[in-house]
């Protein structure tokens, strides 16, 4: 089951605002990182903060993570219309073993960014 | 970055014949990958591990038995959905981690698209 719950589920806005998204997790973690989905294609990964970091920048990216409230977030400034897309927080936890790189995502957020 | 390589990018099959999907890692060796399953508008599910060499790793409720995974080499994992079923048609996601990178990133394929009619 997914552990991650994701805020906004869909997030609507004009180019150039900026978007802020929402996640959180349940268990310890190792790290957490941010995924872009364009519709029907696979992941790509944006960004990814370490459990010991507090906050971490981008380009146009800015994500925050608080472990004693468990949560992320990530922040998209001037946003374009090529930022539409569904974007999914992942968490990788601390076993090793086999479960190394194995990831569990939130339920991700729909952003649409009219032009 | 490294790449991944997903083949088809979209089938679609008669219920009750078998599919194989494919996940090649192009440029890196990956000693494991990773199946998901996603529905239209929802999070991935991760289906299993695929391990080179050994036997996937299934996650609760996924029948292994359904969901054959063979990583037979260090660059090639595939996924057969066997006796496929209407409820199996969903969009499948291989990713893969390259153990040479610092980073601990995931690469993913660019997903399969299952029709079973």
């Known amino acids: 089951s997914q552990q991650g719950e994701e805020d906004p589920q869909a997030l609507s806005i004009q180019e150039g605002e900026n978007a802020t998204m929402n996640c959180s997790y349940k268990t310890s973690i190792n790290n957490l990182q941010w995924y872009r989905q364009n519709s029907g294609r696979g992941l790509v990964h944006l960004i990814l903060?370490?459990?010991?970091?507090r906050e971490k920048h981008s380009g146009r990216l800015r994500v925050t993570l608080d472990t004693s409230k468990k949560s992320s977030s990530l922040l998209i400034t001037a946003s374009r219309a090529a930022d539409t897309a569904s974007y999914f927080c992942?968490?990788?936890?601390?076993?090793?073993?086999?479960?190394?790189?194995?990831?569990?995502f939130g339920q991700g957020t729909i952003l649409t960014v009219h032009p | 970055g490294a790449v991944v390589s997903q083949h088809p990018s979209w089938v679609i099959c008669k219920s009750g014949t078998s599919v194989k999907i494919e996940c090649r890692s192009l440029?890196?060796?990956?000693?494991?990958m990773f199946w998901y399953r996603q529905f239209p508008k929802q999070s991935l599910m991760l289906m299993a591990t695929s391990n080179e060499g050994s036997k996937a790793t299934y996650e609760q409720g996924v029948e292994k038995d359904k969901f054959l995974i063979n990583h037979a080499s260090l660059t090639l994992s595939t996924l057969t959905v066997t006796s496929a079923h209407p409820e199996d048609s969903s969009f499948y996601i291989c990713?893969?981690?390259?153990?040479?990178?610092?980073?601990?990133?995931?690469?993913f394929g660019q997903g399969t698209r299952l029709t079973v009619v």
């Open positions: 992942a968490t990788k936890g601390n076993a090793g073993g086999t479960s190394y790189g194995k990831l569990t």
């Open positions: 903060i370490r459990s010991n970091e």
């Open positions: 990713s893969a981690r390259d153990p040479a990178r610092a980073r601990t990133e995931a690469f």
């Open positions: 440029d890196f060796q990956a000693t494991t």
